[in-house]
């Protein structure tokens, strides 16, 4: 067998805010037998940690708001990487974030023995992403995810399970997610025109149930 060909699978997860990145992770896993590699909260995790390496990043990550180096997410990357079987594919969220990272990922992922096979980019609208999070609530007491228009008569009312007080994090206001929205924008764009050029670009449209998005990204990957 081409050794190649036999190795496990890498795949990309790209979409702004509210395109529902965990749930096609879901997916994957489901079908491809792929562990979730969630950059945001692996690197959220080690800025929690009692280190000075913590200290530091959190501060790049909570105070300065600003993306960590290479160097971090290619050591935070390569971390995750080694948690998975060996022979396990990975589906990969949260990098590359920026140009300059997706060497950093391209290259991790070879030398934990897989072969990178497609980013996969989920496109939503500014407006779509803004509507989508702008409903998401969670309950203070249960911690249950809750949606506005769904779960919720308005965003005063209390949890439907346990009566609790729902709130919204704070950058899940509109305000909030056009800013996120917009950077992820700019520093995503030269990812996405990366493996566009290198034919390793699936867009699927974003404005659609999560199942229906995954029948496309099964389709098009099967
Ligand atoms: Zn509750």
Redesign the pocket.
């Known amino acids: 067998m081409d050794p190649i060909a036999s190795r496990p699978s890498a795949y990309i997860l790209l979409g702004p805010p509210g395109s529902g990145k965990s749930t096609q992770a879901d997916y994957f896993g489901r079908e491809f037998g792929a562990a979730h590699i969630d950059m945001g909260a692996a690197l959220r995790s080690a800025a929690a940690e009692p280190t000075p390496f913590g200290a530091a990043l959190s501060d790049i990550i909570n105070n300065r708001r600003e993306l960590v180096s290479d160097g971090i997410v290619r050591s935070i990357l390569e971390n995750e990487l080694r948690k998975v079987g060996a022979s396990r594919p990975v589906i990969i969220d949260g990098a590359p974030r920026c140009g300059s990272q997706v060497h950093v990922v391209i290259s991790a992922i070879e030398e934990s023995g897989r072969t990178f096979r497609e980013a996969v980019f989920i496109d939503l609208s500014e407006e779509d992403s803004i509507t989508r999070i702008s409903r998401r609530f969670s ?6 995810k809750l949606i506005l228009g769904a779960d919720l008569r308005t965003a005063s009312s209390p ?6 007080e ?1 709130s919204q994090r704070q950058d899940d206001t509109e305000e909030g997610v056009r800013t996120r929205f917009r950077v992820f924008r700019d520093e995503t764009v030269p990812v996405i025109g990366y493996f566009e050029a290198e034919g390793k670009l699936l867009r699927v449209p974003g404005n659609k149930t999560a199942e229906a998005i995954w029948g496309d990204i099964r389709a098009a990957l099967i």
């Open positions: 309950c203070s007491e249960c911690g249950r949890c439907p399970v346990c009566g609790g729902v």
